[in-house]
């Protein structure tokens, strides 16, 4: 069983917004002693309750409720992993759940290789250079600022068609897992 830390959060909420707890018992009705019991998990509030809490400090219920896995996750700059794939750098920017995102580093004349479909969902975004997107029978040139999207399961190819390289940053969104796309 998850055992959620819902009174530390609150106590986190309130203080980074400068709220002393009297000023919480006045806004929610709720007396010190129980605020004090929520704060340091000896009680469990009702939905209600919480509902009440959120609103005053004005953060939407469901946050309250997160596990810990469920935060905002980040990844420094120096701590992105990084590996190659057909002559194709790829650094990997972050990921949460079926959510990808990487950036992609095409030398000239590089390509992901023959046309491949997987599972999900694809959106790029031109960063430097100029790519050849090509998905089934469509096929467009892209440049510096230009974004296109696709259903991944229909096969498709991204190649640099520019004399420098082109760098594409890419996010892929399935509900499997993806181990087998770079």
């Known amino acids: ?40 998990n000896n009680t469990s509030p009702s939905i209600n309750t919480l509902q009440t809490i959120a609103s005053f400090l004005e953060v939407p219920l469901p946050y309250l409720l997160l596990e810990k896995k469920q935060h905002m996750r980040f990844v420094r700059k120096n701590e ?25 580093e095409f030398p000239p004349g590089a390509s992901i290789g023959e046309a491949h479909a997987h599972e999900g969902e694809e959106c790029h975004l031109v960063l430097e250079g100029t790519v050849l997107a090509e998905q089934g029978e469509d096929s467009i040139i892209l440049e510096e600022g230009d974004s296109f999207s696709w259903n ?5 190819s991204v190649k640099n068609i520019g004399d420098g390289k082109a760098v594409v940053l890419i996010s892929v969104y399935s509900d499997t897992e993806l181990n087998d796309l770079f």
């Not at 986190?12 to 709220?19: D, F, P």
């Not at 018992?25 to 004090?36: D, H, P, Y």
């Not at 991944?152 to 498709?156: K, Q, R, W």
């Open 1 to 40: 069983m998850v055992k959620l830390d819902i009174g530390s959060k609150i106590r986190s909420i309130r203080k980074r917004k400068k709220v002393t707890i009297a000023q919480m018992c006045e806004g929610t009705g709720l007396s010190k002693g129980f605020i004090s019991n929520v704060e340091n």
């Open 80 to 104: 992105r992993s990084n590996s190659t794939f057909n002559n194709l750098k790829i650094e990997h920017i972050s990921s949460k759940g079926g959510l990808r995102m990487m950036s992609v």
């Open 152 to 156: 991944a399961s229909v096969p498709h």
